[in-house]
């Protein structure tokens, strides 16, 4: 999947997309912090290159895309494979994001003015569907803060100078299996019955006039057959399968 530009609830919804029902919101008090979102937007039209690694146990993929970006007045399009993917209009007060994708547009508003600790984004995600094996039930809350500001960010050979804003994006929640009855007396996927935490902590770093410049997002499984169930609070020894997903601008 391409990332999306400066998408934030991109991170957040990675262990979201199986549907379900939802609610999003974001949360300030007055929306008059002292940093401008907008500042941390490209400041003019360009073409961005990013480098996407993604590791499966010991798989690692590595591959290119380029995101077209045009900045027309206070509105700012994003086209990745010559199909418009993101568009974000800036008002005095707030950021209104819209995405394209094959599952539906989604639109998304957050205040334009922040502070360091604010949520910026928040969702909540119930989901439930019957499979061969029983009735699977998702619950997760997402949350992205503004973390802080850096001055340098350093990952795989690459190197982002300058000023930096640090986002921290939090998916917590569990993933409860009811295996059917007749599978459990014939002792078939008992070690899915129940409840199995999710936690997946992921980053963000935006850079002032140009954007999103990397993104980070490495993860802890702890049960080979839910590849998907992340726990990234476990702790390195009860890791089974290390996998990540990074993004990396190529100035």
């Not at 639109?107 to 569907?129: A, C, E, N, P």
């Amino acid at each position: 999947m391409n990332k999306k530009y400066i998408s934030l609830v991109v991170v957040a919804l990675l262990l979201t997309a199986c549907g379900g029902s939802s609610s999003s919101s974001s949360s300030k008090n007055d929306g008059k912090g002292d940093i401008d979102l907008t500042e941390y937007y490209p400041s003019k039209s360009m073409t961005k290159t990013y480098s996407s690694v993604k590791r499966d146990g010991d798989n690692v993929d590595t591959s290119h895309y380029n995101e077209i970006i045009e900045v027309v007045g206070n509105t700012i399009t994003t086209t990745v494979d010559t199909k418009v993917s993101e568009k974000s209009v800036f008002s005095d007060t707030n950021i209104t994001t819209t995405s394209f994708d094959e599952d539906g547009n989604k639109v998304y508003s957050t205040f334009r003015h922040v502070d360091l600790g604010d949520t910026i984004y928040s969702k909540k995600m119930t989901s439930s569907k019957n499979t061969d094996l029983g009735k699977v039930t998702t619950k997760v809350d997402s949350t992205c803060q503004v973390k802080s500001k850096e001055s340098k960010f350093e990952k795989n050979d690459h190197l982002y100078t300058g000023d930096l804003l640090k986002i921290e994006c939090i998916s917590e929640g569990e993933v409860i299996y009811d295996i059917k009855q007749t599978l459990l007396d014939a002792g078939v996927a008992s070690d899915l019955n129940g409840s199995h935490s999710i936690y997946n902590t992921s980053y963000v770093y935006l850079k002032k006039g140009i954007g999103e410049v990397a993104s980070v997002d490495d993860d802890c499984v702890t049960n080979a057959k839910l590849p998907m169930v992340v726990n990234d609070k476990a702790e390195p020894t009860e890791c089974v399968k290390k996998q990540y997903e990074y993004e990396f601008y190529l100035p």
